[in-house]
């Protein structure tokens, strides 16, 4: 093999591993959501406040009065149910369980993209010029 050819096997692994690292960063900032979700969803479930501070959406927040420990749930196709705040974490459990999943089939991906590519580095410093 030419070395241009190593330098373009090597360019298109890098590209790879590049999206493979965006897409951990990406499950990464979803795991760290849903952990915020569990904390809120837990301080609301043992607070004894009536009222806080709902987030509408890009730091506007309303004042809204807790009526219920019940949390309303989109499902899908604008299907809501009630959940209880131990229904609510479970499913955040699962959540993270399986975004975890993907994260390490990703890492391990990543590892081999790796692994390849050291080869082919060490391809390209054996090969005479």
């Known amino acids: ?7 373009i ?3 298109m692994l890098e590209q790879q591993s590049s999206k493979i690292e965006e897409q ?12 915020g979700l569990k904390y809120g969803v ?6 004894k ?8 959406g890009k730091g506007i927040f309303v004042p809204a009065e807790i009526k219920s420990k019940e949390f309303i749930v989109d499902i899908g196709s604008k299907i809501f149910v009630k959940k ?3 229904e609510i974490n479970k499913i955040i459990e699962n959540q993270t369980h399986e975004i975890t ?8 991906e990543l590892d ?8 082919t580095i060490e391809e390209i410093q054996k090969k005479p010029e």
């Open 84 to 86: 209880n705040s131990n």
């Open 24 to 35: 951990i960063k990406a499950l990464e900032e979803q795991i760290t959501e849903l952990q």
């Open 9 to 11: 096997k090597l360019s």
């Open 49 to 56: 406040e009536k009222e806080i501070l709902a987030g509408l």
């Open 112 to 119: 081999k993209l790796n692994i390849e590519m050291e080869k």
């Open 101 to 108: 999943k993907v994260k390490e089939k990703l890492l391990e």
């Open 42 to 47: 837990d301080e609301i479930n043992k607070s």
């Open 1 to 7: 093999m030419a070395n241009q050819e190593y330098l």
